[in-house]
């Protein structure tokens, strides 16, 4: 039998982060970009990116011709006000439990934060898996427990498994309130914007790990815009802006995955599967910092209207909009760059965000705040 | 197996046989065992006091416990003052049901502890409360030390200090965060918790010119650089590759996703230095046990004002930031 060599956790991560393999590939994009004359702006669709970016500087290691603008995918930035009440207001209900991940507590609703509704008495919970919930439910049968869901294809069969433990098992005190949402929706959104300066996308790997790469299929197909998607390693960021770049100087334009160690054209099935019981696509999501965008959530099926919060409590929908001189709109379509908002960093920080990019660490203008606050 | 009862705490019969068993048995001293009121000692001229609340959890912990813990972070608090640790008070705040057990294996740390930095504790107190309103043992301490070494500041750098560290960071932060989170560490990780006044002696007793000098605790390596360059209205420019890291904390930082300059350190400090005397702090520390693994990271620049500059091994440069709302579990 062969024997398995142990690698540890360090020999792995250092692989995808040694500055001389960074460098290198700085290099070679130096000497492609040369053969490049016009502009070429990449939009890293995910948060997860855009802090990468920002904390190891790799646009300092960029050509002067190539401009990365910073995507709207990071699931707490992007929950519009309303929809944060709603949260505050389930919290706030008498014998109930709130239950949603880490990253929601601090996220800012018109009036306040979950974070803030805790320090008040309600009873909200985070949780690293939902199906955590599970247990919380158990130990607390005379209270209703309220799983708010959110986040992208990564998340989503994390919650219908949840879902469909609660069918099985016939669990009486579960609800759930769905902000589950998508990508390429909101790509084609800021393509089709007005003076929107795209020409490329950099695609997130943990989406695709369970959606597949197919999912980016029409951005290529119909709107003609490369899409390479990339590891969350500084390497993987430098080599995808690689491949992008030869893309355009061999006047190709793909889909192509550079994380191939977990990315597959087809994705995990199975968990397709799972979210396809469970949900519906809803005929419109309200992305903060971007508006109204058509088919680019996911809602409970009708058959799980007796677990639907939505469809139980009586919710405002009215839209909350982001104090006006916030400009994440702009920022999202590469129109602007976070300094550039006359707030950023005065009355708009991380403690007291004013729009969506400053919420959470992965939004653009929290990442510059954090790691290039006057680096110019 | 006996437990702390509620008697324990109202200073009649057995509270008096706690406090003999325990305390007086392996903390006792000349002064202390008077049991007055309030204690004599005869004070140096110019002295500092430091005061500090020890609600760590877990009580007990890979490399030390919270005993050991509440006699080194004060003292070592008086410590990089540039100051000899010399007394303390120690009170005590003990949920009902704890070990006894436990409770002496903590004194065994801290008289373990005070050896080191031949120091005493010449007062306490002991409080027992109802089961469900402490966590097991809280426990506070105050030090005073005479300064030998005085002037040292967080708004002394000055423009070419040389900055070091004595030793890996974010070693403690980890590993109380990996042991709350239930990951098994099959590894050498323990917490770096230690007494700093033996190695500080020594840099003093060599004349070292030292400006600033600060254990890393709450906040990390970043937070003190940052105060620094606030205090000491200068920039700071800090080489990434040069902070020592062991692979263990790095690993953890990976798995649980935090930044190893924002987690605390027990026995690790930082010490800006005149240019001149760069080279030679740094063979002091390397020459002790305790910095073994010290480093020169960066030094203060007359550029970037107020700022920490850090220098990925990349070549890039980004702001070195300081640990924003994270829902920081107790850690000291
Ligand atoms: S700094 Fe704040 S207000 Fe300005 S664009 Fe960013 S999030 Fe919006």
């Given at each position: 039998?062969?024997?398995?060599?142990?690698?540890?956790?360090?020999?792995?991560?250092?692989?995808?982060?040694?500055?001389?393999?960074?460098?290198?590939?700085?290099?070679?994009?130096?000497?492609?970009?040369?053969?490049?004359?016009?502009?070429?702006?990449?939009?890293?669709?995910?948060?997860?990116?855009?802090?990468?970016?920002?904390?190891?500087?790799?646009?300092?290691?960029?050509?002067?011709n190539i401009h990365f603008i910073h995507g709207p995918g990071c699931p707490v930035c992007i929950m519009p006000k309303e929809r944060v009440d709603h949260a505050v207001i389930l919290a706030e209900k008498e014998d109930t439990i709130l239950v949603t991940l880490g990253d929601m507590m601090r996220v800012p609703g018109s009036k306040r934060s979950l974070q803030e509704s805790r320090s008040h008495g309600a009873d909200v919970r985070f949780v690293y898996s939902p199906l955590d919930t599970l247990k919380i439910a158990e130990e607390n049968q005379n209270k209703k427990v309220i799983f708010f869901a959110i986040g992208f294809e990564t998340t989503t069969p994390m919650t219908a498994s949840l879902i469909q433990e609660v069918e099985k098992n016939n669990i009486k005190n579960i609800l759930f309130h769905i902000n589950h949402v998508t990508v390429p929706e909101p790509m084609e959104a800021v393509i089709q914007s007005k003076d929107s300066k795209i020409d490329a996308f950099i695609g997130p790997s943990h989406v695709s790990v369970i959606a597949g790469a197919k999912i980016y299929k029409p951005i290529v197909v119909t709107y003609k815009k490369p899409v390479v998607i990339s590891g969350f390693e500084p390497v993987d960021i430098m080599q995808s802006t690689l491949m992008i770049l030869k893309q355009f100087n061999e006047k190709r334009c793909k889909l192509e995955i550079e994380y191939s160690r977990g990315v597959s054209v087809e994705g995990n099935l199975k968990a397709q599967e799972m979210i396809k019981d469970c949900f519906d696509i809803a005929e419109k999501f309200r992305w903060r910092?971007?508006?109204?965008?058509?088919?680019?959530?996911?809602?409970?099926?009708?058959?799980?209207?007796?677990?639907?919060?939505?469809?139980?409590?009586?919710?405002?929908?009215?839209?909350?909009?982001?104090?006006?001189?916030?400009?994440?709109?702009?920022?999202?379509?590469?129109?602007?760059?976070?300094?550039?908002?006359?707030?950023?960093?005065?009355?708009?920080?991380?403690?007291?965000?004013?729009?969506?990019?400053?919420?959470?660490?992965e939004g653009a203008c929290a990442a510059y705040y954090r790691y290039g606050r006057g680096l110019g | 197996m006996s437990k702390i009862l509620l008697e324990?705490?109202?200073?009649?019969?057995?509270?008096?046989?706690?406090?003999?068993?325990?305390?007086?048995?392996?903390?006792?001293?000349?002064?202390?065992?008077?049991?007055?009121?309030?204690?004599v000692f005869k004070a140096p001229q110019n002295m500092v006091m430091s005061t500090d609340s020890f609600t760590v959890k877990p009580i007990f912990f890979k490399g030390g416990d919270i005993g050991k813990l509440a006699i080194a972070g004060t003292c070592n608090d008086v410590a990089v003052m540039g100051a000899k640790p010399l007394y303390l008070s120690a009170a005590f705040i003990i949920e009902e049901g704890f070990l006894i057990s436990d409770l002496e294996k903590i004194a065994i740390s801290m008289k373990e502890e005070l050896q080191k930095n031949q120091a005493?504790?010449?007062?306490?107190?002991?409080?027992?409360?109802?089961?469900?309103?402490?966590?097991?043992?809280?426990?506070?301490?105050?030090?005073?030390?005479?300064?030998?070494?005085?002037?040292?500041?967080?708004?002394?750098?000055?423009?070419?200090?040389?900055?070091?560290?004595?030793?890996?960071?974010?070693?403690?932060?980890?590993?109380?965060?990996?042991?709350?989170?239930?990951?098994?560490?099959?590894?050498?990780?323990s917490s770096d918790c230690a007494s700093l006044w033996p190695l500080i002696r020594k840099l003093v007793e060599e004349d070292i010119e030292i400006h600033s000098m600060r254990d890393a605790t709450r906040g990390g390596l970043s937070a003190v650089l940052n105060e620094w360059a606030h205090q000491s209205n200068i920039g700071l420019y800090v080489h990434e590759?040069?902070?020592?890291?062991?692979?263990?904390?790095?690993?953890?930082?990976?798995?649980?996703?935090?930044?190893?300059?924002?987690?605390?350190?027990?026995?690790?400090?930082?010490?800006?230095?005149?240019?001149?005397?760069?080279?030679?702090?740094?063979?002091?520390?390397?020459?002790?046990?305790?910095?073994?693994?010290?480093?020169?990271?960066?030094?203060?620049?007359?550029?970037?004002?107020?700022?920490?500059?850090?220098?990925?091994?990349?070549?890039?440069?980004?702001?070195?930031?300081?640990p924003s709302g994270l829902l920081l579990p107790r850690i000291c």
């Open positions: 039998m062969q024997k398995i060599k142990k690698i540890s956790l360090k020999q792995i991560i250092e692989g995808f982060r040694k500055p001389e393999i960074v460098k290198a590939i700085a290099d070679v994009l130096n000497d492609e970009a040369e053969k490049y004359s016009g502009e070429l702006h990449i939009m890293e669709v995910c948060g997860g990116h855009t802090h990468i970016i920002a904390k190891y500087g790799l646009s300092q290691l960029m050509p002067k910092g971007i508006g109204d965008i058509p088919k680019s959530s996911l809602k409970l099926k009708e058959k799980y209207d007796y677990l639907n919060a939505e469809k139980i409590y009586d919710l405002p929908y009215e839209a909350i909009d982001d104090h006006k001189s916030c400009r994440c709109g702009d920022i999202l379509m590469g129109k602007a760059l976070p300094p550039e908002c006359k707030v950023f960093g005065k009355a708009c920080t991380p403690e007291r965000p004013m729009g969506a990019c400053m919420v959470s660490e | 324990h705490g109202t200073g009649a019969g057995k509270s008096a046989k706690l406090i003999n068993d325990i305390f007086i048995k392996n903390l006792g001293n000349n002064i202390l065992n008077q049991l007055e009121d309030a204690s005493l504790i010449i007062t306490g107190d002991t409080k027992v409360v109802p089961t469900g309103t402490a966590d097991g043992i809280f426990i506070n301490t105050t030090g005073v030390g005479e300064i030998v070494k005085p002037g040292i500041s967080a708004s002394a750098v000055k423009e070419d200090d040389v900055i070091i560290v004595s030793g890996t960071v974010g070693d403690h932060g980890s590993l109380i965060f990996a042991s709350r989170e239930g990951i098994d560490i099959k590894s050498e990780l590759e040069k902070i020592p890291l062991s692979d263990e904390t790095r690993g953890i930082c990976e798995l649980l996703g935090f930044e190893p300059y924002h987690l605390a350190c027990e026995g690790t400090f930082i010490l800006a230095v005149k240019k001149e005397d760069a080279e030679k702090a740094l063979e002091i520390c390397k020459k002790d046990e305790l910095g073994k693994n010290a480093s020169v990271i960066g030094r203060a620049i007359n550029e970037y004002n107020k700022k920490v500059i850090l220098e990925t091994g990349m070549g890039t440069k980004r702001v070195f930031e300081t």
